[in-house]
């Protein structure tokens, strides 16, 4: 259910599971020296040894129906045994709102409790996605979970509600039922008399009083992180390339800004930029889902209108909607959860402590605010709906710690008020009992509660188009990342403020393996990434977008590709040459240590490893004898790979990095 849909990806060096063990075992004697470079930095006791792995269980482990699927099936106990006994930190689980919440604020957590026994029993991690959108229609989605079927009637009164695509000639936009539109965040009533914040909300309390503060923190201790969902495949982005629309490899996508709440945003912020004319649609000129940036005005190369002063209008406005939109989610989030704070002491020199200054409620216009937010305005109480306030109080947003990785996040919500959670956070609306809820239903803002939890927000490995000036596949995904500006700090500087892991899909990409008329770059994303993660003092997990076992083939340079992008890096792979040049002039034994100088200009261009790694997916034949030989070899790497390895230049060449 990922999100990159290269599914033309060049395999051809894949190999078949057919060849005997004796190839495999002669080709992985020269897959990597498995010597450590000591960089200066990586110590053993801050980053351990390995890069703890995840694997995604299948997505229909718990269906649409609430049932643990394979409760019953030898293959996946088998299976979990077998992936224990090769060294994995865990498994990750998406947790369907579509699956749990079947009726309006009724949750049922009984199949996942069944899996999450079998997975406390096994000595297993748990990765839980929680997935506030629907499983089905994009690159390997295998299952079908839709959203509450409660939640899609109500779209059928108000289509708004959903991600909408620009009109066509004879049509209006195409509704997406993926999930549910940013820009009707905080539209009060509209799902049953709650908002989607509310939902979300009241979604995560029910989660969390069934497995954090339940069960003896049996549950608790097997958890090792929560992600949080925020759009299409639970990642911060916009639905710009849906399958089911159409979409292919490598088209730019379309903006998602049509529904009515969009543009209504739309046309307050360009009223507030002094051009009321700019708020009247989306761009035009931009093509569709499967154009090339150059079929188009909008985002050609040179005098493209994305470099104009309306196209920087356009793309602020777009893409700090999205901003503003995981914003919303995680102060949503630590206002259940005390979330553990996984910022480093590096994460001193950013930002911290404050939301963003114009932060757009949807429905409710745009609120300018330094450090608060009006927390029933944040509710998003519409005028026909009476509040009842017993204080006149603020919700300002966690604090962070800069000074102390291990900082607990307390939200201020809690701060000097019951625990039981503030009145003043309270509205009234208007609803019939056949709804599911009273006729006067109160909803009341939760305080966080129990121990801290780790927290992960996931972004796409948006790649295609990387080699152009205006980067059209990102931008129509929400990312404002182009020549001379990079769109993936103010997702970033959310994170370091909440203290929450990020992860990145497509690390087992490269640029050579992609058909190079689509100009890819997944390395230099990767690296933007991991420097700009680094800078803010913020820990950086990985997958891996597309799969690497295949019937009848193993994609095992993929494999390597993970093993070498999740370590430290020690240089810009474009400056690898010359120092593999340094190094050959000066040591005839690759197995000799590098100069000082040599080694000096490694340590000074060290990142640290990823923080965790999240392999897609766990698949009956992925444990076959052959395939297990070389998951095997691929974990045993994994185990050692929080220390750098020595890498040669035909290695790296070997997996198309040069």
């Known amino acids: 259910m990922n999100n990159i849909g290269d599914c033309q990806m060049d395999v051809s060096n894949s190999r078949s599971y057919s060849q005997n063990s004796e190839q495999h075992d002669q080709a992985s004697s020269r897959e990597v020296d498995v010597g450590e470079i000591p960089l200066e930095g990586v110590r053993e006791d801050v980053y351990g040894r390995s890069v703890p792995v995840y694997v995604m269980l299948p997505l229909d482990t718990v269906n649409a129906d609430g049932v643990f699927r394979y409760a019953s099936a030898q293959w996946f106990l088998s299976a979990l045994r077998e992936l224990k006994n090769s060294g994995i930190h865990g ?5 369907w709102w579509g699956a749990v919440e079947r009726k309006p604020r009724m949750y049922d957590f009984s199949g996942y409790k069944q899996l999450f026994e079998l997975l406390v029993a096994l000595d297993l991690k748990i990765q839980v996605v929680l997935a506030f959108h629907a499983c089905g229609g994009n690159v390997g989605d295998n299952a079908e979970v839709p959203l509450p079927h409660w939640v899609l009637s109500c779209g059928e009164r108000d289509p ?7 009109p066509r000639e004879f049509s209006p936009g195409r509704r997406n039922p993926e999930c549910i539109s940013l820009f009707a965040d905080t539209e009060s009533g509209i799902l049953r008399g709650r908002s989607p914040i509310q939902c979300y909300v009241d979604f995560m309390k029910a989660f969390r009083d069934e497995f954090i503060l339940n069960g003896d923190g049996v549950y608790y201790d097997a958890i090792g992180e929560i992600v949080l969902g925020t759009g299409p495949c639970g990642e911060l982005r916009y639905p710009s390339y849906p399958e089911m629309n159409g979409w292919r490899f490598p088209g730019i996508g379309e903006f ?7 543009l209504a945003s739309l046309a307050r912020a360009a009223e507030a930029a002094g051009h009321p004319e700019w708020g009247h649609s989306g761009p035009p000129d931009v093509g569709h889902y499967n154009s090339t940036p150059d079929d188009t005005a909008f985002f050609r190369g040179w005098d493209g209108t994305w470099a104009t002063e309306y196209g920087k209008f356009f793309l602020d406005w777009y893409s700090q909607a999205l901003v503003d939109h995981g914003d919303r989610m995680l102060h949503a989030a630590s206002t259940v959860f005390c979330i553990h704070d996984l910022k480093t002491p590096r994460s001193d020199t950013m930002e911290s402590g404050r939301r963003s200054d114009s932060l757009d409620l949807g429905g409710g216009g745009d609120l300018r605010t330094s450090k608060s937010i009006s927390c029933n305005d944040f509710v998003g109480i519409s005028s026909e709906s009476p509040r009842e306030t017993t204080d006149d109080l603020s919700m300002n947003s966690p604090k962070t710690s800069a000074s102390d990785p291990g900082t607990v996040h307390q939200n201020t919500v809690a701060t000097g008020l019951p625990s039981r959670g503030p009145s003043y956070a309270s509205f009234r609306s208007s609803t019939s009992i056949s709804d599911g809820l009273n006729t006067m239903e109160e909803w009341i803002w939760p305080s966080p509660q129990g121990k801290p939890v780790n927290m992960n927000l996931k972004i796409a490995g948006i790649h295609w188009w990387y080699h152009t000036k205006s ?11 182009c020549d001379g500006r990079n769109g993936y700090d103010g997702i970033i500087s959310l994170c370091a403020r909440y203290g929450v892991a990020l992860t990145l899909t497509c ?6 393996q992609h ?6 770059g997944p390395e230099g994303l990767l690296r933007t990434v991991k420097e700009s993660a680094f800078k803010a003092g913020l820990p950086l997990a990985g997958e891996n977008a597309l799969p690497c076992f295949m019937p009848n083939a193993i994609d095992e340079s993929a494999l390597q590709r993970i093993v070498y992008n999740t370590q430290p890096l020690g240089t810009p792979l474009e400056e690898q040459k010359s120092l593999d040049s340094k190094k050959s002039d000066q040591k005839d034994d690759e197995d000799q240590m590098v100069d000082d100088e040599v080694q000096r200009q490694y340590n000074a261009q060290f990142l640290p490893p990823m923080r965790s790694f999240t ?7 992925m444990m076959s004898d052959t395939y297990q030989n070389q998951w095997k070899r691929f ?3 994994m185990s050692r790979n929080a220390l750098r390895f020595k890498t040669s230049q035909r290695w790296r060449r070997d997996l198309g990095f040069e």
């Open 91 to 95: 498994v990750a689980v998406d947790v």
């Open 160 to 166: 708004d509600i959903f991600y909408t695509d620009k």
């Open 256 to 262: 998602q800004c049509y529904d009515r709440r969009a």
């Open 471 to 481: 980067h059209a596949a990102e931008l129509t995904a929400g990312y404002y990342n």
């Open 507 to 512: 690390v087992e990409m490269c640029d050579s």
């Open 515 to 520: 058909p190079p008329e689509a100009l890819c």
């Open 615 to 621: 392999f897609l997916r766990l698949t009956r034949d």
């Open 635 to 637: 974990m045993k790497l």
